[in-house]
């Protein structure tokens, strides 16, 4: 099996660097070039391999070929970097948040274009895509819910990708309704959260929490919690991979990991 050639977008950053890192550890896997935020092209060096890091990343698609693009960046540097990559026929995968579903469209038709693949998912832990499958499949039984969603006070979007994510799926298998009392008041403006689909998101930003989300059921005499906890980084690399190395042979926008974790 051809080892997969992967440009990394985003490689200055924090989840960059980590995701640099899991790439060139996997023996699938192989980093050709990075992109980030240096004044001129350089290298840096991750687990014993220089890696080259340019700002430009229509010149490093041009200079290299790969087959795959990792791109998490912000939603405003995304915007930028998606068509430039997909123009060049390379499958693109990313996670980046706040983005709006008529542009991840818009670039699936790009990608379709080219005979290749944008996959997107809001979230690439592993066990925070179980959780919104057992939330939706709870939510059939038990639909009245709420989400808190909690990241570190970094985070520059509110409510997270998660969580809108979440809300949308259980909204496709529980009956519309408002959550909480007909008519309630907010004696203070935002004290309900967040409303999609007439259920209530509740964002919390403090230092000390990496990526973090509970969906809350509540029903007669009971309640119900499901929570995952992203402790580090480190729990976003096994997804990341799993979609990098499965975008082969696929056309088109994929969204969600387990779109591609149940199709067997």
């Known amino acids: 099996m051809e080892t997969i050639r992967v440009g990394v977008v985003g490689a200055t950053g924090k989840m960059g660097r980590e995701i640099l890192k899991a790439v060139t550890n996997d023996p699938a896997t192989?980093?050709?070039?990075?992109?980030?935020?240096v004044d001129e092209p350089t290298t840096i060096t991750v687990e014993g391999c220089e890696i080259p890091v340019t700002a430009d990343l229509e010149a490093a698609l041009s200079a290299n070929d790969v087959d795959v693009v990792i791109d998490f960046t912000n939603a405003d540097a995304f915007r930028q970097n998606a068509s430039v990559t997909l123009a060049h026929g390379v499958h693109l995968v990313s996670g980046t948040t706040g983005l709006k579903h008529e542009e991840l469209e818009k670039w699936g038709e790009e990608a379709a274009d080219q005979g290749k693949c944008f996959f997107y998912a809001a979230n690439f832990a592993i066990g925070a895509v179980l959780m919104m499958r057992f939330a939706e499949e709870a939510a059939k039984f038990m639909p009245e819910v709420e989400i808190?969603?909690?990241h570190h006070d970094q985070k520059k979007d509110a409510p997270s990708g998660t969580a809108v994510a979440t809300a949308q799926r259980i909204a496709k298998v529980r009956e519309a309704h408002e959550q909480g009392l007909p008519g309630e008041v907010e004696t203070l403006v935002g004290a309900r959260g967040a409303n999609v689909d007439g259920m209530h998101i509740h964002?919390?930003?403090l230092p000390g929490y990496n990526a973090h989300q509970e969906v809350i059921f509540g029903g007669l005499g009971q309640t119900l919690t499901i929570r995952h906890?992203?402790?580090?980084?480190?729990?976003?690399?096994p997804g990341i991979l799993f979609a990098t190395k499965r975008v082969a042979g696929r056309v088109g926008l994929v969204e969600g990991l387990d779109t591609i974790m149940f199709e067997d």
């Open 30 to 37: 192989e980093v050709i070039f990075g992109v980030g935020l």
């Open 148 to 150: 808190i969603e909690l």
């Open 203 to 205: 964002s919390v930003r």
């Open 229 to 237: 906890d992203s402790i580090n980084r480190e729990s976003f690399m």
